[in-house]
């Protein structure tokens, strides 16, 4: 692909952190996506910087999310993934002292602009904890249509019918359909992150956003999430934060290496893990560093 | 492998701290020493419950085998002068009163407030209000007391029971009776000032039940396109719904032993019928203003009783709280 090609080129910046470490020119990205043909751009981060404080926590990353692919965000701990993560759905915004500057683009409308209204964001922009998040004291099915009963949707069937849809698409369906009344937190942990998945299909976002979805489950519910999420792809465009370097290999198309604050290198997952670009994502990726 | 190990063993024995290593005797001894005063004491908090309570049931039986026990609990005529008939039902009533409606008085105030501090208000705010609120709560008991006998219950007289008073008197006399006194000194002005008593208590509680919800839900409804409020009503309040139940139970028991401020502004009158403004008196109430002149055997004998139904129903109370808390807090829905 032409992507690998362009990524390997570098553009001299206003600050330098390190040597190798520059983020691409963002607008050379869209144009060759739009000429070429290949996957619309769903979403597209432009030279955004969330800081805490005084504090960076990611700067001036700029990177595209196609719809219908899995774009996944591997790097050490503490580097800016799940930063980056939150600010494409407006998270920060009630983080005390977190500032974001930059632009995110959701179908080419920048989120960051004062008009945009966060909980319409959150509502095209899902997301997927760490822990699974069922509420507790809801029913499964309370659970599911909890997104749909804020928005004031009331009717029975069409809840029970989205209900159906959001279970069978989050594969867990046929585990609960004899229990949906019983409380989300009765079930396993795996089931309960099913549900969470369930929860945020519910609502049809456009986006969804995973952040280290798998990390406290056993392996077998985890590979139960990879499977779902190469089903969700065709719909939806998935970003999935993950310290899982084979889930990363494994689910997804493109592929961003953060190292302390900066997206090193972005780019197709089999070029990115086969023939990395950069030093420092070989070195991360062979296990030198991380 | 072996030599390097040894070599390590070796260094290891002359670094000042292991080469020479406490006696055992010393480390026995120690272990015997804290577990002797730990069991102690801790046997002595229990002996000392029973010793209480065993007080209280061996002076209180005089009354419950003069009067039965059920006899003294549903009697109505509290007689220490002429008849010396002792029964308790105009102060288990007064108390029980006093108390639920306190709390049904503070429980919404104090909930409103703990969501201010914990969800809306910004850091530097919440601090000043939870101060001011402790602060509240540190007042001891007889200067609240004061102030509503000098301040309050004049107050209450002239702006409210008066208007009321008046009014009833002209056009609905048949409600006089129900209405009481208008004195000022009475129910309805002990109870709001157990409300105000008890409101900084329900809102440590619930601002710490609200503190333990996790932050993973309040971002899970936030992510779902929830609003502030539906955090709020969606994730924050049924997470916490067992703490802050049991925060009103324990207020409750509070307000159930609240003695002094209530004694100064119940009126203290013995016998029933109570009516809505006029004196009352409840359990503590009346131990506190009777002990004193309780000359008769029988008179402290019921004085105990008292005593003892009162420990009872806070004991009661606080098994309420903490079968609440297992039976409505969160558990298993976060954990894997």
């Known amino acids: 692909m032409n992507i690998n090609v362009m990524f390997k080129k570098k553009k001299p910046k206003q600050e330098k952190i390190s040597p190798g470490l520059q983020p691409q020119d963002p607008h050379r990205i869209s144009k060759e996506i739009s000429t070429n043909g290949s996957p619309l751009i769903r979403m597209e981060a432009k030279e955004l910087t969330v800081k805490y404080g005084t504090v960076t926590g990611v700067r001036n990353i700029s990177l595209p999310i196609y719809n219908e692919k899995v774009t996944a965000l591997i790097g050490p701990s503490g580097c800016g993934k799940t930063t980056f993560l939150r600010a494409l759905n407006r998270m920060h915004d009630l983080t005390p002292n977190a500032t974001v500057t930059g632009e995110v683009l959701l179908d080419g409308n920048n989120i960051y602009v004062p008009r945009m209204n966060p909980v319409t964001i959150r509502r095209k922009v899902g997301m997927v904890f760490q822990k699974p998040t069922p509420f507790p004291t809801m029913s499964i099915y309370d659970n599911v249509v909890a997104g749909l009963k804020l928005v004031g949707i009331r009717n029975r069937a069409l809840l029970s019918e989205v209900c159906e849809r959001a279970l069978r698409q989050a594969a867990l369906w046929d585990e609960v359909k004899d229990r949906l009344g019983s409380p989300g937190g009765s079930i396993s942990g795996g089931q309960q992150q099913r549900l969470s998945i369930a929860r945020a299909l519910a609502i049809e976002p456009e986006v969804i956003l995973m952040d280290e979805p798998t990390s406290s489950l056993d392996p077998l519910s985890s590979s139960k999430i990879e499977d779902l999420i190469n089903e969700l792809k065709q719909k939806y465009a998935i970003v999935i934060v993950t310290h899982n370097m084979q889930q990363a290999a494994r689910v997804s198309d493109n592929t961003g290496f953060f190292y302390v604050g900066d997206l090193v290198e972005f780019g197709p997952t089999d070029k990115l893990f086969t023939n990395p670009s950069h030093k420092r994502t070989e070195e991360y990726l062979t296990g030198k560093f991380g | ?336």
């Not at chain 2, 809102?203 to 609003?227: D, M, W, Y």
């Not at chain 2, 502004?265 to 409840?282: D, E, H, Q, V, Y």
């Not at chain 2, 002990?291 to 055997?297: C, K, M, T």
């Open chain 2, 1 to 336: 492998m072996e030599v390097l190990s040894k070599g390590d063993i070796k260094t290891a024995s002359h670094s000042p701290v292991l080469s020479k290593p406490l006696p055992a005797i010393y480390r026995w001894l120690g272990d015997r020493i804290f577990l002797t005063v730990a069991v102690t004491l801790g046997l002595s908090i229990i002996f000392l419950a029973g010793a209480m309570a065993w007080v209280l049931i061996d002076d209180g039986s005089m009354a419950f085998r003069e009067f039965g026990i059920i006899g003294f609990l549903t009697g109505t005529t509290w007689d220490p002068g002429v008849n010396f008939t002792f029964g308790a039902l105009p102060f288990i009533f007064g108390t029980v009163v006093t108390s639920v409606v306190a709390l049904g008085l503070a429980f919404f105030p104090a909930v409103a407030v703990a969501i201010v501090i914990a969800e809306y208000a910004p850091r530097w705010l919440s601090k000043i209000i939870e101060t001011l609120v402790h602060l509240i709560a540190a007042i001891p008991s007889v200067v609240v007391g004061i102030w509503g006998i000098f301040v309050f219950a004049p107050w209450m007289r002239e702006t409210v029971y008066m208007p009321i008073y008046s009014w009833a008197a002209e056009s609905h006399p048949s409600l006089l009776p129900i209405l009481g006194n208008p004195i000022g000194y009475g129910m309805t002005t002990a109870t709001i000032i157990l409300a105000l008593m008890i409101v900084p208590f329900t809102t440590a509680l619930t601002r710490n039940a609200i503190h333990q919800v996790p932050k993973e839900q309040r971002e899970a409804a936030r992510a779902l396109g929830a609003t502030r409020w539906e955090v709020i009503r969606m994730a924050v309040l049924p997470y916490a719904r067992g703490g802050i139940l049991a925060g009103a139970i324990l207020s409750l028991g509070r307000a159930v032993g609240e003695t002094m401020a209530v004694a100064m502004l119940i009126g203290n009158k013995n016998t029933f019928p109570f009516s809505i403004m006029g004196p009352a008196a409840t359990m503590p109430s009346v131990i506190i203003n009777e002990f004193r002149e309780a000359v008769g055997n029988l008179h402290l004998s019921s004085l105990m009783a008292i005593g003892l139904v009162l420990f009872v129903i806070a004991i009661i109370v606080n098994l309420i709280a903490a079968y609440i808390t297992r039976k409505l807090s969160i558990t298993g829905g976060q954990g894997i």
